[in-house]
């Protein structure tokens, strides 16, 4: 059966499992389908993520090291200065980078914190990088803030479906994730917004993942899918792998189901090998985070992700300038690709 690429948000449980049952290569020819009627296959949105404020969270994420109802040896840190977190910033675009991404461990950020993260934001921009905050829960006012600011996406994970959330998170609710990601829309933020696999779930929840995740009012612009990282002290150290093709069929299905987003390849890239990586670009995977780590758990090294964009012909995405933008952020962006150029492989030289 042949799936439209229609942008839709009407998917079923039915639909949705039909998708998990194809043959993989059925599916997986599916998907690439659906990504070449998007975007450039050979293209990858390459980001870089920074942890601004390390440890000593208030929530109870099984999952999460920075938990701080878990004894995870895991050193934690006050918010970084401006200055430091714009020279990171610097150092990521000259690396490739064309998207710089925040994160702190907060259940929401306090109001004292705002001015700097303000200020964060407007020196990032004004890098020619596009940014990138998870801050946890927002206010509708916050948003707005960061939105005058000129945030560009706003991270906020649904984690899993909402059958199984209890199972992972207690201290906040499905409901508060669905309302901040109202208010970060309301506001005209892209939305990044996606889930961790391999948490203990059933296919059945990574079914009910999506269908939330591709059934909200406008579609995530990021769909981040994540494989767990496992911690030692954290309720989910032992927890039982997930099979390697099991987390492709989701990401293809993700594709499917979301054809205009970018999906990012995103934690838990280090257990990967090449090959299981070539396999999820090929089921429509298009953005990573690239750098050494994905705030507090390991990720490949940029030399790493050279060489495979190398072997796979693969050039990293350039930052998309709007119609509203000048013709001086226009210049920055024409530059930034000639680094890219410069930096990765050219396949079709």
Known sequence: MQYSSAIRHDWTEPEVQALFSLPFSDLIYQAQTVHRAYFDPNAVQVSTLLSIKTGACPEDCKYCPQSAHYNTDLETERLMKVRAVLEEARAAKAKGATRFCMGAAWKNPRAKDMPAILEMVQGVKAMGLETCMTLGSLS???????AEAGLDYYNHN????????????????????????????????????????GLGESQRDRVGLLLTLANLPAHPESVPINMLVRVEGTPLADVEDLEPFEFI??????????????????????????????????????????????????????????????????????IQVSDEDDEVAQLMDQIQIQKDREFFYDASR
């Open 140 to 146: 509708s006012e916050q948003a707005a803030s960061l």
């Open 158 to 197: 649904l984690d899993t479906s909402p059958e199984y959330y209890g199972q992972i998170i207690t201290t906040r609710s499905y409901q508060e994730r669905l309302d901040t990601l109202s208010h970060v829309r309301d506001v005209g933020m892209k939305v990044c917004c996606g889930g961790i696999l």
């Open 249 to 318: 069929r989701t990401l293809a299905v993700a594709r499917i189901m979301m054809p205009a987003s970018h999906v990012r390849l995103s934690a838990g890239r280090t257990a990967m090998n090449e090959q299981m990586q070539a396999l999820c670009f090929l089921a429509g995977a298009n953005s990573i985070f690239y750098g050494e780590k994905l705030l507090t758990t390991e990720n490949p090294m940029a030399d790493a992700d050279r060489a495979l964009f190398k072997k796979l012909g693969i050039h990293p995405e350039p």
